[in-house]
């Protein structure tokens, strides 16, 4: 599910931005959106779609059948700006009923097996000296983003526990792309698994910091559990969510 805020813009601006965000300039998409700070040119969603993908959606959102409310998985005083004016446009009832992951009993279906062994790996490490790497279920990156990520921990000498997806790296079977010597280089401080139990490693108390793609379920599951972000958005709600998480909320970084 997506955040108010990132729904608020779907709602709001697709029609205003449409055009213009296909021809805006680098420099430019650093610019306010006129009448939505803080968000710039270039946290819209989909503002390197083609047009006519933009006029699908609008078109989409305009054969709506008008709701008798609005359930938005998020937290209240988190979006209460956002959820008023949705309440305001849309003249429903809105509840915000999140953080789900906190109340609903069963864990979330992935087609990813966790891997526990990191628990009692994190049970070694000392009280907030782990940074947390996930990217999600979805998100692809190039080899060589992959590659420079590698490189800034190797030279850190920091703690991480990295889930690197089979497929982060579209054609990748799993580590065959890091630099050579990583894994043998970091392994008295770092852990390498395919997919981690998340909610439990943001709630170990080993954890400090969780580098993200920031889906919305990973922003509240973060904020839940009071860990600081360091925000790598990919794709549609993320640059948004990035954006309310660094600036707005200042409870996280933004890579740029």
Same mark, same amino acid.
């Given at each position: 599910?997506?955040?108010?805020?990132?729904?608020?813009?779907?709602?709001?601006?697709?029609?205003?931005?449409?055009?213009?965000?296909?021809?805006?300039?680098?420099?430019?998409?650093?610019?306010?959106?006129?009448?939505?700070? +803080?968000?710039?040119?270039?946290?819209? +969603?989909?503002?390197?779609? +083609?047009?006519? $993908?933009?006029?699908?959606?609008?078109?989409?959102?305009?054969?709506?059948?008008?709701?008798?409310?609005?359930?938005?998985?998020?937290?209240?005083?988190?979006?209460?700006?956002?959820?008023?004016?949705?309440?305001?446009?849309?003249? /429903?009832?809105?509840?915000?009923?999140?953080?789900?992951?906190?109340?609903?009993?069963?864990?979330?279906?992935?087609?990813?097996?966790?891997?526990?062994?990191?628990?009692?790996?994190?049970?070694?490490?000392?009280?907030?000296?782990? /940074?947390?790497?996930?990217?999600?279920?979805?998100?692809?990156?190039?080899?060589?983003?992959?590659? $420079?990520?590698?490189?800034?921990?190797?030279?850190?000498?920091?703690?991480?526990?990295?889930?690197?997806? +089979?497929?982060?790296?579209?054609?990748?079977?799993?580590?065959?792309?890091?630099?050579?010597?990583?894994?043998?280089?970091?392994?008295?401080?770092?852990?390498?698994?395919?997919?981690?139990?998340?909610?439990?490693?943001?709630?170990?108390?080993?954890?400090?910091?969780?580098?993200?793609?920031?889906?919305?379920?990973?922003?509240?599951?973060?904020?839940?559990?009071?860990?600081?972000?360091?925000?790598?958005?990919?794709?549609?709600?993320?640059?948004?969510?990035?954006?309310?998480?660094?600036?707005?909320?200042?409870?996280?970084?933004?890579?740029?």
């Amino acid at each position: 599910m997506f955040s108010a805020n990132s729904n608020r813009i779907y709602y709001f601006v697709a029609s205003e931005i449409m055009l213009i965000s296909i021809f805006l300039k680098d420099f430019a998409m650093q610019e306010i959106v006129p009448n939505y700070h +803080p968000l710039r040119y270039k946290d819209l +969603p989909f503002s390197t779609s +083609p047009v006519e $993908e933009w006029k699908q959606l609008v078109s989409n959102f305009s054969q709506q059948a008008h709701p008798s409310a609005v359930i938005w998985n998020t937290i209240k005083f988190l979006e209460h700006e956002s959820l008023t004016q949705i309440h305001n446009h849309l003249q /429903v009832l809105v509840f915000a009923v999140g953080p789900l992951h906190k109340i609903k009993t069963s864990s979330y279906v992935s087609s990813h097996q966790e891997d526990t062994s990191c628990i009692t790996w994190l049970d070694k490490q000392p009280p907030k000296s782990v /940074v947390y790497i996930s990217f999600g279920s979805l998100a692809t990156m190039d080899r060589k983003v992959l590659t $420079e990520m590698a490189w800034g921990l190797a030279k850190s000498n920091q703690r991480f526990l990295w889930a690197v997806r +089979p497929g982060l790296v579209c054609g990748s079977e799993w580590l065959e792309l890091l630099p050579e010597g990583f894994v043998e280089e970091t392994r008295e401080r770092g852990l390498i698994v395919k997919w981690a139990p998340q909610k439990d490693v943001l709630a170990h108390f080993a954890v400090g910091g969780f580098w993200s793609h920031c889906g919305w379920n990973s922003c509240l599951e973060s904020i839940s559990s009071g860990v600081v972000m360091i925000c790598q958005p990919f794709i549609v709600d993320q640059m948004v969510n990035a954006r309310y998480v660094s600036y707005v909320w200042k409870i996280g970084l933004e890579l740029e």
